[in-house]
């Protein structure tokens, strides 16, 4: 090796056209030495002097890189002062393997797929991506110490300290310094210049078989001059930060990692506690799962807990969390180490004020997701600005983009940011802006899908609120089948701010897409919430579509006098706001249930009013809907003739005026009359014509009332096994839809369709 080096000195100085002396005078390096080298009398160059003689033969970095290379391998210890620690043992520094570990397992075939693809001697950069407390170490370290004798020249481990609480990040000069120490130089031989390290590192991994483990990178930066040199080592890195630019410029496998799910979770508190004590308070368990939401930190805090006093009921530990102010407080093991708050906190000092501002305001907003319109209207920013923050949270971790432009936070990371608000000024004006958002933006959505519906105008939105815009019937189901849960928790939030108007409005706006996709329960709820905010305002108005909607909901579920009641209500309050529309629809409801008890010439009596005031209010389509409603309770009582007369009426006004939803149903009830009076085929072809629109316009409501007659009319035909299918899929709906009595009845139709 001494040959070599002294060999390659002697040929790059002849390259130069350099004599030794020469060499000596521009290098700084004396001409003994040089000689001493080039014969190979003298070994263990310096680093800095192989660089100094490097520089002064003008060596681009691969020479230079090379001739270090060379220079390493004739370093031999000479006392204390060698630069090489003679016959340095194979490095095997990785941490201890987790003392428990669980699930994983596609994370883990992912690891064991990107190394086996790469072949012996290949070079693998996996960047292990997550949050604080989500087991990135943990699974670096499992896997490592499980593939052991894949790296028989060993390996190394660094902890970056890229985001510990209390600690700077490692410099990449201190990091290398560890490294090249990890391989066995001795400190005096280690060069000052990060440049001249990474080389020296380089050249001492190149041809080696190892693993190299970089946890708690910062970011990309932090991590690439600690790469190894050539094509024979294997490289894991852990961090908060995407680390996209190591994916995109040196192929690494990025491997994101989630919380553990409900069955790994309980694993993880087995293993420590053992299963007797889980099952044992099996409430309890459930609880604590829930408040630790799968956090592989968290979880370990608990059982590190509960291990430490055996006696202690899981029940206490439970209260602990129970409280959201104080429940980080109870994640907290008094250890940097051993703390959801800390590891967080690691992450929030990397972010600038913009930044943690809004990462603030996301931890207060309601709702399990927020879309880039709804958290521009939150911040007050422009939405290019919002989208930028919200990335940037994402890729440190913070945040989660389970589908594109959709956002979500952890919920102890949720709790971590909304006790990071700069003033409750600032946090109270921003969730004002989100509630007008969702409620002005569901507005513009409701009269999308129906029209014809009671207008109702909210207030003006608060300054910086910038509703989105719905224009056509389906962007506004879309939008309200992904945002409603965000709607239910913005009507929430609004009543414990005393917010009474957006709380009843918000109902409002919510009430034609929960009845359409029969979310009877969430219908229930928005409108006991509305009717107590009503109550604060004393508005007529409020208060009879209030009871107007907790009428329809309780006769949906059964509870028919408790429904006539709210209606009754409604309808008096309606007549004292001198409301006609209110009255109108309020009418309309009242035969509903009516009919639903079996009290047909009520019903007729309530649309006959009803179909008085639509006259005078010059509103055809909803003439025609109510003429539609009159022909099913007369067909109810027997008179078809007049039912079909009052069906066909209704269906040519609601086709004229384009109110699909009425039409519908009025195919329903024409369905219905055929039926009745032995036209099967005819019964066939309205209900799935019927059901064919329902299908377009996403009513579960309807299309199970259509699928429930279009499966009678498939039996009336002889098609046994089609009404048995259609029924399926009608109880199905029904139960979804908490519709307890239909769901016996049709049950009850399917068992009889089984004996026959």
């Not at 410099?171 to 400190?187: H, K, N």
């Not at 293993?271 to 408040?291: M, Q, S």
């Not at 930028?388 to 940011?417: C, I, N, W």
């Not at 329903?668 to 629109?693: E, M, P, V």
């Given at each position: 090796m001494a040959g070599t080096f002294g060999a390659q000195l002697r040929q790059l100085r002849h390259q130069a056209t350099l004599t030794q002396q020469q060499l000596a005078q521009q290098s700084g390096v004396s001409v003994r030495a040089i000689s001493g080298f080039e014969s190979g009398r003298r070994a263990n160059p310096r680093v800095d002097t192989v660089r100094l003689l490097a520089q002064a033969?003008?060596?681009?970095?691969?020479?230079?890189?090379?001739?270090?290379?060379?220079?390493?391998?004739?370093?031999?210890?000479?006392?204390?002062?060698?630069?090489?620690?003679?016959?340095?043992?194979?490095?095997?520094?990785?941490?201890?393997?987790?003392?428990?570990?669980?699930?994983?397992?596609?994370?883990?075939?992912?690891?064991d797929k990107a190394f086996d693809a790469a072949g012996p001697g290949g070079m693998v950069v996996v960047s292990a991506v997550g949050g604080g407390g989500i087991?990135?170490?943990?699974?670096?370290?499992?896997?490592?110490?499980?593939?052991?004798?894949?790296?028989?020249?060993?390996?190394?481990?660094?902890?970056?300290?890229?985001?510990?609480?209390?600690?700077?990040?490692?410099?990449?000069?201190?990091?290398?310094?560890?490294?090249?120490s990890s391989l066995g130089v001795a400190p005096a031989a280690i060069p000052a210049d990060l440049a001249a390290q990474t080389a020296l590192y380089r050249g001492l991994t190149t041809g080696k078989r190892m693993l190299i483990l970089l946890d708690n990178a910062r970011d990309t930066e932090h991590v690439t001059p600690l790469l190894p040199g050539g094509a024979s080592c294997s490289v894991i890195v852990t961090s908060r930060d995407r680390?996209?630019?190591?994916?995109?410029?040196?192929?690494?496998?990025?491997?994101?990692?989630?919380?553990?799910?409900?069955?790994?979770?309980?694993?993880?508190?087995?293993?420590?506690?053992?299963?007797?004590r889980l099952a044992a308070e099996p409430g309890a368990v459930t609880e604590i799962l829930a408040c630790c939401a799968g956090l592989p930190l968290a979880l370990a805090i608990i059982a590190a807990r509960a291990a430490l006093h055996p006696d202690l009921p899981l029940a206490v530990i439970a209260a602990d969390l129970r409280d959201t102010t104080s429940r980080l407080g109870a994640l907290d093991a008094n250890s940097p180490t051993a703390s959801v708050q800390a590891a967080l906190s690691g992450t929030h000092r990397t972010l600038d004020p913009d930044h943690a501002r809004v990462f603030a305001l996301l931890g207060a907003a309601p709702g399990p997701h927020i879309s880039v319109p709804a958290a521009a209207s939150l911040t007050d920013l422009p939405e290019h600005d919002t989208a930028q923050a919200l990335r940037t949270l994402e890729r440190v971790s913070l945040l989660q983009q389970p589908t594109p432009g959709r956002y979500r936070m952890h919920d102890l990371v949720k709790l971590f940011a909304a006790h990071h608000s700069r003033s409750e000024h600032d946090r109270d004006a921003a969730l004002r802006r989100l509630v007008d958002f969702y409620l002005h933006t569901a507005s513009a959505g409701r009269e999308q899908l129906d029209p014809y519906r009671q207008p109702i105008q909210p207030g003006l939105p608060a300054p910086g609120c910038r509703p989105h815009p719905l224009t056509e019937p389906a962007a506004a189901q879309r939008w309200f089948d992904t945002e409603h849960p965000n709607l239910l928790a913005a009507q929430q939030l609004a009543a414990?701010?005393?917010?009474?108007?957006?709380?009843?409005?918000?109902?409002?706006?919510?009430?034609?897409?929960?009845?359409?996709?029969?979310?009877?329960?969430?219908?229930?709820?928005?409108?006991?919430?509305?009717?107590?905010?009503?109550?604060?305002?004393?508005?007529?108005?409020?208060?009879?579509?209030?009871?107007?909607?907790?009428?329809?909901?309780?006769?949906?579920?059964?509870?028919?006098?408790?429904?006539?009641?709210?209606?009754?209500r409604a309808l008096a309050l309606a007549q004292h706001a001198d409301d006609p529309h209110g009255q109108g629809h309020t009418h309309r409801y009242l035969a509903w249930v009516c009919d639903r008890r079996g009290d047909h010439r009520q019903a007729l009596r309530h649309l006959s009013a009803a179909l008085g005031l639509f006259h005078t209010l010059d509103m055809p389509a909803r003439e025609g809907d109510v003429l539609n409603m009159m022909g099913w309770s007369e067909a109810l009582l027997g008179d078809y003739d007049k039912a079909r007369e009052h069906c066909e009426a209704a269906l040519a006004l609601l086709i004229r005026?384009?109110?699909?939803?009425?039409v519908a149903a009025t195919l329903d009830s024409l369905g219905y009359i055929a039926r009745r009076t032995g036209r099967h085929a005819d019964a066939?072809?309205?209900y799935q014509r019927a059901s064919t629109l329902c299908d377009g316009l996403g009513h579960t409501i309807f299309k199970a009332e259509i699928l429930d007659g279009l499966g009678h009319a498939h039996l009336a035909l002889g098609q046994h096994e089609q009404a048995r299918t259609i029924w399926q899929q009608t109880v199905q709906l029904y139960h979804a839809q908490h519709r307890t009595h239909d769901t016996d009845r049709v049950n009850h139709q399917l068992a009889t369709l089984t004996r026959d």
């Amino acid at each position: 090796m001494a040959g070599t080096f002294g060999a390659q000195l002697r040929q790059l100085r002849h390259q130069a056209t350099l004599t030794q002396q020469q060499l000596a005078q521009q290098s700084g390096v004396s001409v003994r030495a040089i000689s001493g080298f080039e014969s190979g009398r003298r070994a263990n160059p310096r680093v800095d002097t192989v660089r100094l003689l490097a520089q002064a033969l003008g060596l681009e970095p691969d020479a230079r890189e090379e001739l270090l290379v060379a220079a390493a391998g004739t370093m031999t210890a000479v006392g204390p002062a060698g630069p090489v620690c003679p016959a340095a043992p194979v490095p095997r520094q990785t941490p201890g393997r987790p003392g428990v570990f669980v699930g994983r397992h596609d994370e883990l075939a992912i690891l064991d797929k990107a190394f086996d693809a790469a072949g012996p001697g290949g070079m693998v950069v996996v960047s292990a991506v997550g949050g604080g407390g989500i087991g990135k170490s943990w699974l670096a370290l499992h896997w490592a110490h499980t593939h052991a004798d894949r790296f028989p020249d060993g390996q190394l481990f660094v902890d970056l300290r890229g985001f510990a609480p209390q600690e700077t990040p490692m410099p990449a000069a201190e990091a290398t310094r560890v490294l090249l120490s990890s391989l066995g130089v001795a400190p005096a031989a280690i060069p000052a210049d990060l440049a001249a390290q990474t080389a020296l590192y380089r050249g001492l991994t190149t041809g080696k078989r190892m693993l190299i483990l970089l946890d708690n990178a910062r970011d990309t930066e932090h991590v690439t001059p600690l790469l190894p040199g050539g094509a024979s080592c294997s490289v894991i890195v852990t961090s908060r930060d995407r680390l996209t630019g190591l994916v995109a410029t040196h192929g690494a496998t990025p491997l994101p990692l989630d919380v553990l799910d409900d069955d790994d979770a309980r694993h993880l508190l087995a293993r420590r506690l053992g299963d007797e004590r889980l099952a044992a308070e099996p409430g309890a368990v459930t609880e604590i799962l829930a408040c630790c939401a799968g956090l592989p930190l968290a979880l370990a805090i608990i059982a590190a807990r509960a291990a430490l006093h055996p006696d202690l009921p899981l029940a206490v530990i439970a209260a602990d969390l129970r409280d959201t102010t104080s429940r980080l407080g109870a994640l907290d093991a008094n250890s940097p180490t051993a703390s959801v708050q800390a590891a967080l906190s690691g992450t929030h000092r990397t972010l600038d004020p913009d930044h943690a501002r809004v990462f603030a305001l996301l931890g207060a907003a309601p709702g399990p997701h927020i879309s880039v319109p709804a958290a521009a209207s939150l911040t007050d920013l422009p939405e290019h600005d919002t989208a930028q923050a919200l990335r940037t949270l994402e890729r440190v971790s913070l945040l989660q983009q389970p589908t594109p432009g959709r956002y979500r936070m952890h919920d102890l990371v949720k709790l971590f940011a909304a006790h990071h608000s700069r003033s409750e000024h600032d946090r109270d004006a921003a969730l004002r802006r989100l509630v007008d958002f969702y409620l002005h933006t569901a507005s513009a959505g409701r009269e999308q899908l129906d029209p014809y519906r009671q207008p109702i105008q909210p207030g003006l939105p608060a300054p910086g609120c910038r509703p989105h815009p719905l224009t056509e019937p389906a962007a506004a189901q879309r939008w309200f089948d992904t945002e409603h849960p965000n709607l239910l928790a913005a009507q929430q939030l609004a009543a414990e701010h005393h917010w009474h108007h957006q709380v009843w409005q918000t109902a409002w706006t919510l009430n034609d897409f929960l009845w359409q996709q029969g979310h009877s329960h969430d219908f229930l709820a928005i409108w006991s919430t509305a009717l107590t905010a009503a109550e604060h305002l004393t508005d007529p108005v409020a208060q009879s579509l209030a009871h107007r909607g907790l009428g329809r909901v309780r006769a949906l579920l059964g509870q028919h006098d408790e429904g006539l009641d709210h209606l009754h209500r409604a309808l008096a309050l309606a007549q004292h706001a001198d409301d006609p529309h209110g009255q109108g629809h309020t009418h309309r409801y009242l035969a509903w249930v009516c009919d639903r008890r079996g009290d047909h010439r009520q019903a007729l009596r309530h649309l006959s009013a009803a179909l008085g005031l639509f006259h005078t209010l010059d509103m055809p389509a909803r003439e025609g809907d109510v003429l539609n409603m009159m022909g099913w309770s007369e067909a109810l009582l027997g008179d078809y003739d007049k039912a079909r007369e009052h069906c066909e009426a209704a269906l040519a006004l609601l086709i004229r005026h384009d109110f699909p939803l009425a039409v519908a149903a009025t195919l329903d009830s024409l369905g219905y009359i055929a039926r009745r009076t032995g036209r099967h085929a005819d019964a066939l072809d309205y209900y799935q014509r019927a059901s064919t629109l329902c299908d377009g316009l996403g009513h579960t409501i309807f299309k199970a009332e259509i699928l429930d007659g279009l499966g009678h009319a498939h039996l009336a035909l002889g098609q046994h096994e089609q009404a048995r299918t259609i029924w399926q899929q009608t109880v199905q709906l029904y139960h979804a839809q908490h519709r307890t009595h239909d769901t016996d009845r049709v049950n009850h139709q399917l068992a009889t369709l089984t004996r026959d």
